[in-house]
């Protein structure tokens, strides 16, 4: 059960009453302080406790429709152990660890903008799913993406019906071939056949997940990157809109 705590606030008051009299002493004249003080006002951050135990993985998540949000894990002597912003293509958050001991951890929920909104978060123990999958996002975040390849395809074996894993194995080809080619790298017709042919394959899997979960906008915006990986065209050119580069579309893709 999560319990919900109050965070700590500063807040100085002043309230001056009766009559004061002031009389025009020169420009260069400074009146005395009423009041002077020094605060620090931290970012405004709501904190949920939950006990733990020593080995154990959990999964938590914080995600909003209103908002990009952004958690923070505390250790039981409160010491940062994890932190994350976005997550899987998404401005949601989620943090994977194994609890290096037993006791109290405290999740600091707040919004990497300084915005708020209504959110909803949640411990669970690790799924074997999101285990693989986050070890998959950790190796893509390095640049190590032939790890991150095979990570994803053992999270797609644990469980195919998420599309997070296939868009994430699709960018993971796409992060590798430009590392690999760097400033030469000049789009689909710089990748081999073969990681053409698997991207394509990821993203219109992807895709048909999402129009099954409902989420037909993205879907179409894979769709999109699937025409642009069998025509070198991104969606628009014909009509004269800004083209993004084939570094921009990669780093739009990781960012999603």
């Known amino acids: 059960m999560l319990k919900p705590t109050k965070s700590s606030l500063l807040t100085v008051i002043a309230v001056?009453?009766?009559?004061?009299?002031?009389?025009?002493?020169?420009?260069?004249?400074?009146?005395?302080?009423?009041?002077?003080k020094q605060g620090s006002l931290a970012p405004m951050r709501d904190e949920y406790l939950f006990e733990g135990e020593s080995g154990q993985t959990v999964t938590i998540t914080m995600a909003s429709e209103e908002f990009d949000t952004l958690l923070i894990l505390l250790d039981p002597e409160g010491e940062e152990i994890?932190?994350?912003d976005d997550y899987g293509g998404t401005l949601n958050s989620t943090i994977v660890t194994t609890l290096p001991?037993?006791?109290?951890?405290?999740?600091?929920?707040?919004?990497?903008?300084?915005?708020?909104?209504?959110?909803?978060?949640?411990?669970?123990?690790?799924?074997e799913f999101e285990q693989a999958f986050n070890d998959a996002v950790n190796?893509?975040?390095?640049?190590?993406?032939p790890a991150a390849i095979s990570a994803y395809s053992a999270a797609i074996d644990i469980d195919p019906s998420k599309p997070e894993a296939y868009m994430g194995r699709a960018d993971a080809y796409w992060g590798q071939a430009y590392t690999e080619q760097g400033e030469s790298f000049e789009g689909?017709?710089?990748?081999?056949?073969?990681?053409?042919?698997?991207?394509i394959a990821d993203y219109e899997k992807a895709a048909d997940l999402l129009d099954t979960s409902?989420?037909?906008?993205?879907?179409q915006s894979l769709r999109e990157q699937v025409e642009?990986?069998?025509?070198?065209?991104?969606?628009?050119?014909?009509?004269g809109e800004p083209q993004l580069s084939p570094l921009d579309l990669l780093n739009n893709l990781e960012g999603r």
């Open 228 to 239: 642009y990986l069998q025509t070198g065209e991104q969606a628009g050119e014909q009509t």
């Open 214 to 219: 409902g989420d037909s906008d993205f879907a």
């Open 16 to 36: 001056i009453a009766g009559s004061l009299g002031v009389s025009f002493l020169g420009a260069s004249a400074r009146a005395e302080d009423i009041l002077q």
């Open 101 to 127: 001991a037993s006791g109290s951890y405290t999740i600091l929920a707040g919004s990497y903008s300084g915005q708020g909104g209504v959110y909803d978060v949640s411990v669970r123990p690790a799924t």
């Open 82 to 84: 994890a932190v994350n």
């Open 139 to 145: 190796l893509s975040q390095t640049q190590n993406y």
């Open 188 to 199: 689909p017709q710089s990748l081999s056949k073969e990681s053409r042919d698997a991207i």
